[in-house]
Every structure is written in structure tokens, then in C-alpha cells.
């Protein structure tokens, strides 16, 4: 499972993964208990690829703090769960992120963080974490380069007029004669 296609959605707890899109939502499946839902317009999904991190540098993207949790957890550290206490989840944090903002990372942002990770560790290709961030800008910059080309320049065609001798030019204007 890819990190776009798993949602975090306002309303509901856990995350999910996307089954398909209609008009007015989505169809998700929770990815703990498999349980299918439909979102309305009410809620707003957010991406966790799209998700990231506070730090005093910048943004850590998401998948670059879950992909360290997995190098961590594979050389036999303990990861906290979410019913840890704060200093639990900042030191947790710390081990990824040393320079996380400790002033806008609330406790609350950590503890879903962490329930993620311990959720979608089971099922996520961590080796395709950051790849796919990377295919999409080389995309989006293929784009770009696509788009400079100026196309030519149509020119335009004015409609013919009518000549003073002719049947249109002897309609008056207000009359309802040709509609």
C-alpha cells in the first residue's frame, strides 16, 4: 500500500485507505477493522502524504518521519504508542526529528503520529516512501516545461457585414421579423 492512498478523515477516527471517489465523497475502508464507509461533504479527508511536521528549519513530510520510526523500530528500538506519556512522544519524536518545534507540535498531533505509524506499519512499502513525492515533481516540473511553448496565435475572422442594398440592412432594428 502506497502513503496516497491512505487518508486521515475529520469526524472519523483511525485512517483509511481509499476504495474509490463519487461525486459527493469518497468510498474508504478503515484500515484497522477493514469496515467500508462513505464520506459526505461534511468531512474533509486529508492525505498523509500531504501531511508534515513542524520543525525550526521548515516541514518534515510525513513519510520522511515514518520511514526514520521503521529505521528505528528495525534496529530494535522501542517506538511509544499513542497512551504514552508527553515525554514518551517527544522523546519518541526526537529520535526522527531532533529539531521538531516544540512549540506548534502539540501532544495531541503526536499522538496520532505515533497511532499512524503503529496502524500502517503492517501494510506500508516503506521502500517506496519519497519515491513517489519525487516522481510527482519531476512530473509537475515535465509539465511546466510542456506549457512554455507559446502556441500560435490565431487571427481572427470578422463576420461579413451587410452592405447598404442589402435585405438585412433594411430590417429595422425593434422589428421581430427573422427570429
Do not use: C
Amino acid at each position: 500500500m502506497k502513503l496516497t492512498d491512505i487518508v486521515a478523515v475529520s469526524g472519523m477516527p483511525g485512517v483509511h485507505k481509499v476504495i474509490s471517489r463519487h461525486k459527493t465523497g469518497l468510498v474508504l475502508e478503515n484500515v484497522e477493522t477493514k469496515k467500508r464507509t462513505s464520506t459526505g461533504l461534511r468531512h474533509r479527508a486529508s492525505n498523509l502524504n500531504d501531511i508534515s511536521i513542524y520543525t525550526e528549519e521548515g516541514d518534515l513530510p510525513l513519510w520522511e518521519v515514518f520511514k526514520g520510526l521503521k529505521a528505528k523500530e528495525d534496529a530494535k528500538e522501542t517506538i511509544p504508542t499513542h497512551k504514552g506519556s508527553k515525554a514518551e512522544l517527544e522523546a519518541g519524536l526526537a529520535m526522527v526529528a531532533p529539531t521538531f518545534d516544540r512549540e506548534r507540535v502539540y501532544t495531541g498531533d503526536m499522538k496520532k503520529l505515533f497511532q499512524w505509524y503503529h496502524v500502517v506499519k503492517a501494510e506500508l512499502d516503506f521502500d517506496s516512501l519519497g519515491k513517489e513525492d519525487a516522481e510527482d515533481k519531476s512530473a509537475v516540473s515535465g509539465e511546466k516545461k510542456e506549457t512554455k511553448k507559446a502556441a500560435p496565435k490565431k487571427k481572427k475572422i470578422a463576420a461579413p457585414r451587410a452592405s447598404k442594398g442589402s435585405v438585412a440592412s433594411k430590417v429595422p432594428k425593434n422589428s421581430n421579423r427573422g427570429k
